[in-house]
């Protein structure tokens, strides 16, 4: 009876899977005349239903069987769209109907939960025909060039990388620093897009929301230039705080995924001054008029500086061990500050690769929050040389989060 509703189950799933495809392809053809249609609901139903047949006899081990209704399957479609693709060159509806063929035979062989996800995944990339040519017509040169880069670096060389310690001090795991690079760039690279969607349209909040998803340095800068120039909206000390609070969130997910151990304590140091820098940017942001303002800094997906940040974090993963036994953790601490001085990124990444008996969870987050603080001594400074005495509000807004941070500081440091 348990293998009877297993069964049942996987079948189901495909019939499901089908159904659902065949409902969207049965939808966008119902102008076409009546018999002219080579597939339509019950046609994708029914191969949802030889798809989960195929799988579920191909399981049982017959796999000669199981081969022929795919293979019978596909050559009636071949068959039947042949014609057709030749007076109208477009073959989405029969990779459709492949595709539905293959999602059934993957319920079919037992993952009908995976099957029925892309079925999903289907409709969807169906349904949003006009939507998806609609994004690519307004793509140029530089946005393919972008996409390119990062699948390079997120999909192109990670699965091939050993997952497992090497070199000095046995401080290098090639699939962890990779991973480490796609993480930092595709922050980049969805501000990136969010900026090419959304970024002219919504003036400078979304350029400081966006913008400092990757580099709210960049972001404090380019606002400050402009509001110490003529053509400032109004909207760019309010841009400057809030570009500083997602830094925080951002520094806060990193941290999560690349140092679990330290999340707690970390949390609990920025805490503080993330509200701070929320609260100064809806304030600014409340008495900011609405403006169209400049872009995001451009497109940060480069190779070379992800290979350079690659170098950079496996240099100090090997300086953090032998400082480990070197000097200890207080030695680790003050590695750790003087690295996130010079980028927070790479701070957070060692401070992950460190064994927790290298320095306390406690001690390395009140590292990570003074190399916060240092970054944030440079966005000050930076406000204060380009928007000058226009930006009083914007390095006032700077401050409460700095007085915050170094008032968490001070007592994490008592506590310890």
Not at 162 to 168: A, K, L, V, Y
């Amino acid at each position: 009876m348990i293998n009877w509703a297993d069964e049942a189950l996987r079948i189901g799933a495909a019939v499901a899977a089908g159904l659902l495809i065949g409902i969207e392809r049965g939808w966008t053809q119902r102008g076409q005349r009546a018999g002219t249609r080579v597939a339509g609901v019950r046609t994708f139903t029914l191969l949802g239903l030889a798809g989960g047949l195929g799988g579920l006899l191909g399981a049982k081990g017959q796999t000669l069987v199981a081969g022929c209704i795919a293979a019978s399957a596909a050559a009636l479609l071949v068959a039947g769209y042949f014609k057709r693709l030749q007076e109208k060159p477009d073959a989405t509806t029969p990779v459709a109907a492949l595709a539905t063929l293959a999602v059934g035979f993957l319920a079919g062989s037992g993952s009908a939960g995976l099957a029925v996800s892309a079925a999903a995944v289907a409709v969807l990339v169906l349904a949003m025909r006009d939507e998806l040519h609609g994004f690519v017509a307004k793509l140029d040169e530089h946005d393919v060039k972008a996409l390119a880069r990062f699948a390079v670096i997120a999909l192109g060389v990670l699965p091939f990388l050993p997952n497992e310690p090497m070199g000095p001090y046995g401080a290098w795991n090639p699939w962890k620093l990779w991973w480490v690079v796609v993480l930092v760039t595709g922050f980049s690279f969805m501000a990136y897009v969010a900026n090419r969607l959304f970024g002219a349209r919504r003036g400078t909040i979304s350029t400081a929301l966006i913008g400092g998803a990757y580099s709210s340095t960049a972001v404090t800068q380019s606002l400050a230039q402009r509001l110490g120039s003529n053509e400032a909206g109004g909207a760019e000390a309010a841009g400057i705080a809030l570009a500083t609070a997602v830094m925080y969130l951002r520094v806060i997910v990193l941290v999560a995924f690349l140092a679990p151990r330290i999340l707690p304590s970390f949390v609990l140091v920025v805490l503080g001054p993330l509200l701070a820098a929320w609260a100064a940017g809806w304030w600014l942001y409340r008495k900011a008029p609405k403006c169209e303002g400049p872009s995001p800094p451009g497109n940060p997906i480069a190779l070379l500086p992800a290979l350079g940040f690659l170098l950079f974090v496996a240099a100090a993963a090997v300086v953090a061990r032998w400082a480990e036994g070197r000097f200890g953790e207080q030695g680790i601490a003050v590695l750790l500050l003087i690295m996130g001085s010079m980028d927070v990124d790479a701070a957070i990444v060692t401070a992950g690769g460190l064994p927790s008996q290298a320095i306390a969870a406690e001690l390395a987050a009140l590292a990570l929050g003074g190399t916060i603080l240092a970054n944030m001594f440079v966005k000050l400074g930076v406000t204060l040389a380009y928007a000058r005495g226009k930006g009083l509000a914007a390095a006032l807004a700077l401050g409460a989060s700095m007085v915050a941070l170094t008032a968490s500081l001070v007592v994490g440091w008592l506590r310890l």
